[in-house]
């Protein structure tokens, strides 16, 4: 059975710093590994996705990667901004379904 | 560009119950999945459809049951509610079952209280 965690749950930093969030997941059998945003009440937002056989995946200032063997996934946000403050899912892609860690709770204070 | 839409948004009942919650895939999608994403903690899979078809269920006892028709638009009903059946309730579309999940399109999701 897949199980996903994130580290932290939550994190606090100031405007302009760089910051990591991690997941690991415990099967390496995943299609893909997945990292959403989520505002407070509202649905997902799909951030980055990395197929099983790549290492990382950037957009903008994000940058995912996946250590299949290892069963970890980094997620690296740059010159965070106080509009970053959201929550960050990250989801463990089968077959058919996502297995979502809780999610780390960020708050970029200005 | 997603196109996945839920109604109602929110939604009041009180325990015992039943309600029905429903989701547009976007055009063309064949498959579309339920999660339940309780207050604090990731989203959990309810069941998957294809093609009007239960593809897949998650941890969720019967009481939780779907539809799909044939223009893709999807239900999720669940009957004699419970307190901890409060939770957003995302449905997430996609182009084809084989395609699994590198392109599930999220929708906004339903906020369910029952009191």
């Known amino acids: 059975k897949q199980e996903v965690t994130q580290i932290p749950a939550a994190l606090s930093v100031p405007e302009g710093e760089n910051l990591v969030l991690n997941c690991s997941f415990t099967d390496s059998a995943i299609y893909n590994l997945q990292w959403f945003r989520q505002d407070p009440g509202k649905g997902l937002t799909s951030l980055l996705l990395i197929q099983s056989s790549q290492r990382e995946q950037t957009s903008g200032r994000l940058n995912a990667s996946l250590d299949k063997s290892s069963g970890r996934s980094t997620l690296y946000i740059a010159a965070s901004q106080p509009g970053d403050s959201a929550t960050y899912l990250c989801a463990a892609g089968g077959s058919e379904k996502l297995v979502f860690g809780k999610g780390t709770k960020l708050t970029v204070n200005p | 560009e997603t196109g996945v839409t839920q109604s109602p948004t929110h939604l009041i009942k009180t325990r015992g119950q039943q309600v029905t919650l429903r989701c547009s895939s976007q055009s063309g999608h064949n498959t579309v999945s339920w999660y339940q994403q309780a207050l604090g903690q990731g989203p959990q899979f309810i069941f998957q459809y294809y093609r009007e078809e239960e593809n897949g269920r998650g941890n969720f006892p019967p009481r939780f049951s779907g539809l799909q028709f044939p223009n893709y638009s999807s239900e999720l009903n669940v009957n004699a509610l419970e307190l901890d059946d409060s939770a957003l309730y995302l449905c997430?579309?996609?182009?084809?079952?084989?395609?699994?999940?590198?392109?599930?399109?999220f929708g906004p999701g339903t906020r369910l209280t029952v009191l």
């Open positions: 997430a579309s996609s182009p084809n079952l084989a395609l699994g999940t590198d392109t599930q399109y």
